[in-house]
Every structure is written in structure tokens, then in C-alpha cells.
């Protein structure tokens, strides 16, 4: 399971933060991959990046955010973190933590969403 | 990037009825590296099908899905009342990952 959490609000130019806590699964495990994903009306379903760890931890971005984005883990809590600098109007969006289905780049597991409006 | 389009962009059916949906993408998909996802209003998404055709865990058999290089398809072979809801596409053949714009499953 995936609990989200992180402030509904963003002033423009700030900086947009939401975790995600994972329960039921590692963030560290060998084949899990954790994903943040937003939806807007205007853009859609975005993929906006992701981390996993294998031997070390990587992480890769989308590039429509990549200069802006920076998704982070925290083994002693078991949770992702994603955040997005520098925001505009156009980053108010539902933003969603999701797990790899293993073996795959589906999602089978979605946390329930953070709706952030970046407005002033 | 691996444009997906999905058609028609509503569909209105009664239950009991079979739906159709299409996923087309711009650049063949990877292995049929396709997945299918329905979202009801409020909820996120909810992972039906991937490898184009594997049914995930807990997805009813009415739920079936088909193709392979740009042209795939999502059949729910007789329409509960809980099946009208929005269904997107998404492929993870190749980076960045995509969705479609989803198809809206209505009551007629």
C-alpha cells in the first residue's frame, strides 16, 4: 500500500514536495520500482520519473522535468519522496506514487493522490 | 517519445453490451510493452492488462486485451455497471513511459 502526503498548495517559483509511504514492501528491495506520476486536464497522464535500487540507487527522469526534479528514499521509513522546483501554474496537477508491477514498467500499485495547486 | 492515441475518445454502450477500444501508437511498441488502466472519477488508476495481453491480478476475464506494433485493443466482452469509467493505454517499451488520452466509457 502507498499513503501520500505533502501540502495541497505551491506558491509559483517554489518548491513542490510529496512523500509517499510504502507499507507491505521495501523501498529497497531487488525488484521494486517506485514511480511518480501526475494528472492534469490539460497534459494528461505524465510519468514524470522514477528510483529503484540495485546494489545502488538510481533514478531516471522524464525530461520535461528533468532540470527541475529531484525523487529521493528513505529506508528508515520506508518511503519516496518527489520534488519539483521552480514551479509554475502549469505543475497544479494530482500527483500519484506508484510501484512497478515486478518485472515490468506497468503500475499495479497507486497511492491514492495529492492534489497540488501552484498558485499565489 | 512514443505518441499513443486512443480512439473514440467516448464510447456510449449499455450494460450488458461489448466494448471496443483502440490504443494506436506513433513508433512500434517494444515486445508489446502495452498496459491498460481504468480510472473512475476521483480514484487512481487500476492496472487491467499488460504485456498487452496479461490480465493482472484480480481482473475479471470479461477484460481482454489484443495487438501488437502500433495497434492494440482493450475488449470488456460484456459491460458491468461498474466497467463505465475512463481507460487510458500506456506503453513501456521505450523512455519516457507515455499514456494515451483515454477513452470514456459511458451509459447510453
Known amino acids: 500500500q502507498l499513503q501520500q502526503s505533502g501540502p495541497g498548495l505551491v506558491k509559483p517559483s517554489q518548491t513542490l514536495s510529496v512523500t509517499c509511504a510504502i507499507s507491505?514492501?521495501?523501498?529497497?528491495?531487488?525488484?521494486?520500482?517506485w514511480n511518480w506520476i501526475r494528472q492534469s486536464p490539460s497534459r494528461g497522464l505524465e510519468w514524470l520519473g522514477r528510483?529503484?535500487?540495485?546494489?545502488?540507487?538510481?533514478?531516471d527522469y522524464a525530461v520535461s522535468v528533468k532540470s527541475r526534479i529531484s525523487i529521493n528514499s528513505d529506508t528508515s521509513k520506508n518511503q519516496i519522496s518527489l520534488q519539483l522546483n521552480s514551479v509554475t501554474p502549469e505543475d497544479t496537477a494530482v500527483y500519484y506514487c506508484?510501484?512497478?508491477?515486478?518485472?515490468?514498467?506497468?503500475?499495479?500499485?497507486w497511492g491514492q493522490g495529492t492534489m497540488v495547486t501552484v498558485s499565489s | 517519445e512514443n505518441v499513443l492515441t486512443q480512439s473514440p475518445g467516448t464510447l456510449s454502450l449499455s450494460p450488458g453490451e461489448r466494448a471496443t477500444l483502440s490504443c494506436r501508437a506513433s513508433?512500434?511498441?517494444?515486445?508489446?510493452?502495452l498496459a491498460w488502466y481504468q480510472q473512475k472519477s476521483g480514484q487512481a488508476p487500476r492496472l487491467l492488462i499488460y504485456?498487452?495481453?496479461s490480465r493482472a491480478t484480480g481482473i475479471p476475464d470479461r477484460f481482454s486485451g489484443s495487438g501488437s506494433g502500433t495497434d492494440f485493443t482493450l475488449t470488456i466482452s460484456r459491460l458491468e455497471p461498474e466497467d463505465f469509467a475512463v481507460y487510458y493505454c500506456?506503453?513501456?517499451?521505450?523512455?519516457?513511459?507515455?499514456f494515451g488520452p483515454g477513452t470514456k466509457v459511458d451509459i447510453k
Open positions: 506508484a510501484r512497478d508491477l515486478p518485472g515490468t514498467d506497468s503500475f499495479d500499485i
Open positions: 507491505g514492501d521495501s523501498v529497497s528491495s531487488n525488484s521494486g520500482v
Open positions: 528510483t529503484y535500487y540495485r546494489s545502488k540507487w538510481s533514478n
Open positions: 513508433q512500434s511498441v517494444s515486445r508489446s510493452y
Open positions: 504485456g498487452a495481453s
Open positions: 500506456q506503453q513501456y517499451g521505450s523512455f519516457p513511459l507515455t
